[in-house]
């Protein structure tokens, strides 16, 4: 871990010497609106306090954040330290000289600790060039009390088909209890998120083995018909608005039965603090259906540096804080151990206060560990990846994807005519990028 030392403060306490330097060091962070972010900028005070240097936060929500990020990294533009990226961005931008490598991690700091599938993933050749703040995978949640009282049971993997059956008799709008809530807001990382993985299980792929578009495929557009079918009949109205925060948001306040979606949201479910339904909620494995495989990702939210910034140490001091042994300890004894940032470190799940406090500690560190990135889909495919390709191209192929599903899912467009239009933009794409001629 990396320290300031102060030399001297006055008795109206002015700092002088090195200090007085180090005080008017400036951090530019960006980061994502999700609540474990909020709750780091809530006690990246007590750093500022200690270390002396100021923080300047731009919290965003994700696609904003990605856009920004994204433009200025490319661009060498220099307006971030710290910036939050993820498995996606981080082995990418890693090869192509964009990020800081993490090489020089301090002993204290016990690199060893990271879980190795996360590790991995935040890697390019084998040199981690951004360090996990949290990470998950996706499960099931639902509510044990709507389900008991409607006379049903929740297998440990359910099928599609059965959430969907699920939905419909547990769907109550009276009441403003919807069947179930899922991702609509388009984006790569929002309702593409969870769509990759109904295509996956449903035996699709996104591209096949020469590099052609396979989402127009018969495969996929039926996981996407049940996709709009699901969220228009069951849904809360209004879904192709609500993204990861806004669904959260909902299942807390009780108002959905059912949601698939990140595991580290189960932090905030089960603290009663947060959550009206902490009491109340069930946990399952993501569904499968044709496919066993590839039905729930691997993500790491991560903290790194771009090789633009000027201030490469102390932006490397500050990631080693936020994500050290002693900042979870922190989160847990201020917080509460159920809402720490989960999914990082083997320590965290030896650690008796938080596997007490949260019920789905083990389940969650059971989907990491057992998520591929390669061995995921029915039918053979070219990339890496389980719900998004490790391409470069990605994000411009699967943000228009993800527009054309939100089309999809408001009426404008055919499920058929959607995915034919992204088919054949993504097939624009990578012909221009000498993936084929």
């Known amino acids: 871990m990396r320290f300031w030392k102060f030399m001297a403060t006055t008795a109206v306490g002015v700092v002088v010497g090195l200090g007085a330097a ?10 994502v609106n999700n609540p474990d972010m909020v709750v780091m900028q809530k006690y990246s005070a007590e750093y500022e306090a200690e270390k002396g240097v100021k923080l300047n936060w731009l919290v965003l929500d994700e696609n904003t954040l990605r856009q920004r990020v994204t433009t200025d990294i490319a661009t060498n533009g220099g307006q971030f330290d710290i910036i939050t990226i993820g498995a996606y961005e981080t082995p990418i931008w890693g090869k192509a000289g964009w990020l800081v490598p993490f090489d020089d991690l301090p002993a204290d700091y ?12 935040l890697s390019y050749e084998g040199k981690l060039y951004s360090v996990p703040f949290y990470a998950e995978s996706a499960m099931t949640f639902y509510r044990k009390d709507l389900f008991e009282k409607a006379g049903l049971t929740m297998p440990d993997q359910p099928t599609w088909q059965q959430i969907a059956d699920f939905a419909a008799k547990l769907d109550d709008k009276d009441n403003d209890i919807h069947g179930i809530c899922v991702r609509g ?20 792929v996104q591209f096949d083995m020469d590099w052609h578009s396979a989402v127009n495929s018969d495969n996929w557009k ?8 699901l969220a228009n009949n069951y849904g809360p109205p ?11 948001a909902l299942m807390s306040e009780g108002k959905c039965a059912m949601w698939n979606d990140a595991t580290v949201a189960a932090g905030f479910l089960f603290d009663p603090k947060r959550s009206k339904v902490a009491d109340k909620l069930g946990l399952a494995q993501m569904p499968i259906e044709k496919w066993n495989k590839g039905g729930a ?4 939210w991560a903290l790194g540096v771009p090789s633009s910034s000027q201030q490469v140490d102390e932006a490397k001091a500050f990631i080693e ?12 004894e201020k917080e509460g151990w159920v809402t720490i940032p989960p999914g990082t470190r083997k320590s965290t799940y030896e650690n008796q206060n938080y596997l007490d406090a949260a019920p789905f500690a083990k389940p969650t560190l059971a ?30 192929i699967n943000n228009y994807l993800g527009q054309q599903v939100a089309a999809a899912l408001t009426g404008k467009m055919s499920v058929s005519d959607a995915l034919d239009d992204a088919a054949a933009n993504a097939d624009r794409v990578l012909q221009k990028a000498g993936y084929y001629k």
């Open 22 to 31: 180090q005080a008017e060091t400036t951090l530019t962070i960006a980061t």
């Open 185 to 204: 807001l388009p984006g790569w990382g929002e309702n593409l998120a969870l769509v990759g993985l109904m295509a996956n299980v449903f035996g699709g």
């Open 110 to 121: 016990d690199a060893e600790d990271m879980l190795p599938t996360v590790r991995d993933a």
């Open 238 to 248: 209004g879904v192709v608005g609500n993204g990861f925060n806004e669904n959260l």
């Open 222 to 229: 039926e996981a996407v018909q049940f996709y709009v079918d």
């Open 367 to 396: 989907a990491i560990e057992n998520a591929s990135l390669v061995d995921n889909t029915m039918e053979p495919k070219p990339y890496a990846g389980i719900n998004f390709p490790l391409i470069p191209e990605m994000q411009a």
């Open 297 to 300: 990702w691997l993500w790491a």
């Open 321 to 332: 804080w936020a994500t050290s042994k002693g900042y979870i300890d922190m989160i847990g």
